[in-house]
């Protein structure tokens, strides 16, 4: 996984998001890396987690896909908001990706928020 490339989008979550920031893991098809875990999260039931999490994230299938439907375009993300938490999932091909848990009060703004991200990971 190129580490410039995270380090350029954790730079960039920690910018728009600051103290809000629970969690940035990269995963690919039989890896993954958490990149960025707060202090008050690092705990063995996190630790035990993010492996089952991140292989349904593998899994990932959008709601939408343009062949059944192409006026929205092909999926770039995939947010599910939660009590405490706004998670992103960035699929970045077949079994690729980042996922990115903010505190939910970071939801606002979040389509500028994921396209950013998106930018970075894909500006090579």
Same mark, same amino acid.
């Given at each position: 996984?190129?580490?410039?490339?995270?380090?350029?989008? $954790?730079?960039?979550?920690?910018?728009?998001?600051? =103290?809000? *920031?629970?969690?940035?893991?990269?995963?690919? #098809?039989?890896?993954?890396?958490?990149?960025?875990?707060?202090?008050?999260?690092?705990?063995?039931?996190?630790?035990?987690?993010?492996?089952?999490?991140?292989?349904?994230?593998?899994?990932?299938?959008? $709601?939408?896909?343009?062949?059944?439907?192409?006026?929205?375009?092909?999926?770039?993300?995939? *947010?599910?908001?939660?009590?405490?938490?706004? *998670? *992103?999932? $960035?699929?970045?091909?077949?079994?690729?990706?980042?996922?990115?848990?903010?505190?939910?009060?970071?939801?606002?703004?979040?389509?500028?928020?994921?396209?950013?991200?998106?930018?970075?990971? #894909? =500006?090579?």
């Amino acid at each position: 996984m190129p580490a410039d490339r995270y380090d350029r989008l $954790i730079q960039l979550v920690h910018g728009r998001a600051g =103290d809000s *920031v629970r969690l940035v893991a990269a995963y690919s #098809t039989d890896d993954w890396q958490a990149l960025y875990v707060r202090d008050d999260l690092k705990t063995e039931a996190l630790r035990d987690a993010v492996p089952p999490l991140l292989d349904r994230l593998r899994k990932y299938e959008p $709601i939408v896909v343009p062949e059944l439907y192409d006026r929205v375009g092909p999926a770039e993300a995939a *947010v599910e908001l939660h009590e405490h938490a706004a *998670v *992103v999932h $960035i699929p970045e091909g077949d079994c690729r990706g980042v996922v990115v848990s903010l505190d939910r009060e970071v939801a606002r703004g979040l389509s500028a928020f994921v396209r950013n991200c998106d930018d970075v990971l #894909t =500006d090579e």
